[in-house]
Each structure stands twice: as structure tokens, then as C-alpha cells.
């Protein structure tokens, strides 16, 4: 279907910023929204933020709201997870996903499509 590449992981201080790239390859024509995810070591993966793939629609999880935004560049289909003061319990494998239905936005399960996640780790 689609492969999505991640990138912009990295190590960083508390208080610091990252922002991270998804670029969609492939045909996106089905897409209708993309997610961040993440997944620390011992936990389940979590959502992060959801964006529409031609809408102007957003949403961030309640952990990262206020710290986080996503945003689009449809000329570069690509999405982008900004992430300010950074804590070090936002370390985790960050994971970009596309999916063809706005029904679970906020759970993995929602979603088609994966790519194989960048590192963030902030450091105390």
C-alpha cells in the first residue's frame, strides 16, 4: 500500500525540542488521517497525535497536549510532530501511521499502515 519513513529522532535534554518528519511513499490517495504513536519499554503504545491527510483537522493526546503540535506539508507528503520542553518521560520509539478511516483515530488499531519508528530519548 503506502511505506512511511520516519525520522528527526534523537537525543535531547529536558527542556529541550525535536521535531520529527513522516514522509508517505507510495499511493496516498486512500489516506485520511495519519498518527503518532509511541511505545516506552514495558508499556503499550500510545497515542500522541492524529491529523486529517487533506483536512485542516488536528488532535493531540492529553500527555503531550500543550508541548506537542502535528502538522502537514501536502507538497512533501509529509506530517510532522514538534515536540517542545521536552520531558524525560516522553522518552520512547516514536511511530508514524496512516489510516483510510477517521472511526479510531486515537487507538492503534485504527490504523493500516506503520513505519518502523525513530528514537526520541531525553535525558534528565
Known amino acids: 500500500q503506502v511505506q512511511l519513513v520516519e525520522s528527526g529522532g534523537g537525543l535531547v535534554q529536558a527542556g529541550g525540542s525535536l521535531r520529527l518528519s513522516c514522509v508517505v511513499l507510495?499511493?496516498?490517495?486512500?489516506?485520511?488521517?495519519m498518527g503518532w504513536f509511541r511505545q516506552a519499554p514495558g508499556k503499550e503504545r500510545e497515542f500522541v497525535a492524529t491529523?486529517?491527510?487533506?483536512?485542516?483537522?488536528?488532535s493531540v493526546g492529553d500527555s503531550v497536549k500543550g508541548r506537542f503540535t502535528v502538522s502537514r506539508d501536502s507538497a512533501k507528503n509529509t506530517v510532522y510532530l514538534q515536540m517542545n520542553t521536552l520531558k524525560p518521560e516522553d522518552t520512547a520509539n516514536y511511530y508514524c501511521?496512516?489510516?483510510?478511516?477517521?472511526?479510531?483515530?486515537?487507538?492503534?488499531?485504527?490504523?493500516?499502515?506503520w513505519g518502523q519508528g525513530t528514537q526520541v530519548t531525553v535525558s534528565s
Open positions: 501511521a496512516a489510516t483510510t478511516s477517521v472511526v479510531r483515530l486515537t487507538r492503534a488499531a485504527g490504523y493500516d499502515d
Open positions: 507510495g499511493r496516498a490517495s486512500s489516506i485520511v488521517a
Open positions: 491529523i486529517g491527510w487533506r483536512g485542516s483537522w488536528n
